[in-house]
Nanobody
Framework: QVQLVESGGGLVQPGGSLSLSCAAS????????MGWYRQAPEKQRELVATITTADTTSYVDSVKGRFTISRGGTKNTVYLQMNSLKPEDTAVYFC???????????WGQGTQVTVSS
């Protein structure tokens, strides 16, 4: 169980940028994987991006070239820089963390991202 606190959601116009942050309460133990899911109305939950302790990143095709995931030096924080936002990016974004690659994920409370004119 990792407690996660998210921030950075909000309303932005198409083409704009937004940055999400997530801080994990876990500091004494390493966290293998952190990332972001999103859930849009009437759509299936989607894994947006992940990053490992080795800084290996993975993105869903729809956000490649627009979103950048990164971790803080302590490896218990994760950021999602979102550029060139589109209306279809509108969703609730959830931070995730796994202590190991085999551990069940911990989830943040979610933060709403709305891209609209």
């Amino acid at each position: 169980q990792v407690q996660l606190v998210e921030s950075g959601g909000g309303l932005v116009q198409p083409g704009g940028s937004l940055s999400l942050s997530c801080a994990a309460s876990e500091t004494s133990s390493s966290i293998a994987v952190m990332g972001w899911y999103r859930q849009a109305p009437e759509k299936q939950r989607e894994l947006v991006a992940t990053i490992t302790t080795a800084d290996t990143t993975s993105y869903v095709d729809s956000v490649k070239g627009r979103f950048t995931i990164s971790r803080g030096g302590t490896k218990n924080t994760v950021y999602l820089q979102m550029n060139s936002l589109k209306p279809e990016d509108t969703a609730v974004y959830f931070c995730l963390a796994r202590r190991t690659y085999f551990s069940p994920p911990s989830w943040g409370q979610g933060t709403q991202v709305t891209v609209s004119s």
